[in-house]
């Protein structure tokens, strides 16, 4: 039996609804993905050189691995075994924990992309002060800020925990640093009253 026919086997005996694909130049890797969810599968990697006769198995997480947790959990079983032995295994002893990881990684995509909206928003709204637009990633910055002074390029940072943004402008003429600096100073004295009151 081949790679790819004891990989189908194993993946089919877990969900029939998977999809096995061989990732990787040497034909050993294979990806078990439902359709249904396509970032959520397995990776079963076939290794006959470190450790002989055995297959790792690990996941695929949403958003890729910047977004998973750092203990990813993986197991490996012996190519001896029946597909059906094999299967009944990982659904023990590595569904459960790659469930709560794939859930938690799901959790940290869902609060990335929340920060890069709310990041965005306050560079678009310090392009709209100065009569200009935003160029720059979807997704998260560095973005630049076209205007009316030429090309400002200007970073935002949001902290979704404190609830604060950090920006970091660079190519500002001086008249409008000036400006600027008026500008914070009367935010600041309003916001230093309010918590007065």
């Known amino acids: 039996m081949s790679y790819l026919q004891k990989a189908t086997e194993i993946s089919r005996f877990i969900d ?3 999809e096995v694909t061989q990732i990787g130049d040497y034909g050993d890797i294979f990806r078990a993905t439902d359709n249904r969810s396509e970032d959520f599968g397995l990776a079963l990697k076939f290794d006959g050189y470190r450790n002989e006769g055995r297959i790792k198995i690990s996941g695929f997480y949403a958003g890729g691995y910047s977004d998973a947790p750092a203990n990813r959990p993986a197991i490996t ?8 032995a094999i299967a009944a295994d990982i659904k023990r002893r590595f569904y459960p924990a790659y469930i709560k990881a794939y859930e938690e990684g799901l959790a940290a995509l869902f609060k990335r992309r ?3 909206n709310q990041e965005r928003d306050a560079v678009e709204t310090l392009a ?5 637009y935003v160029r720059g990633s979807e997704s998260g910055g560095p973005w630049a800020i076209m205007g009316e002074f030429g090309q400002i390029t200007a970073e935002a940072r949001y902290s979704t ?6 920006i970091k402008i660079e190519g500002l003429p001086l008249e409008a640093a000036r400006a600027l600096a008026h500008a914070i100073r009367a935010i600041k004295i309003q916001y230093d009253q309010q918590r007065r009151n």
């Open 16 to 18: 029939a609804g998977f």
């Open 77 to 84: 079983c012996s190519q001896t075994r029946t597909s059906k």
């Open 114 to 116: 929340a920060s890069a």
């Open 128 to 132: 709209a002060a100065i009569g200009g």
């Open 161 to 166: 925990y404190y609830q604060t943004a950090t």
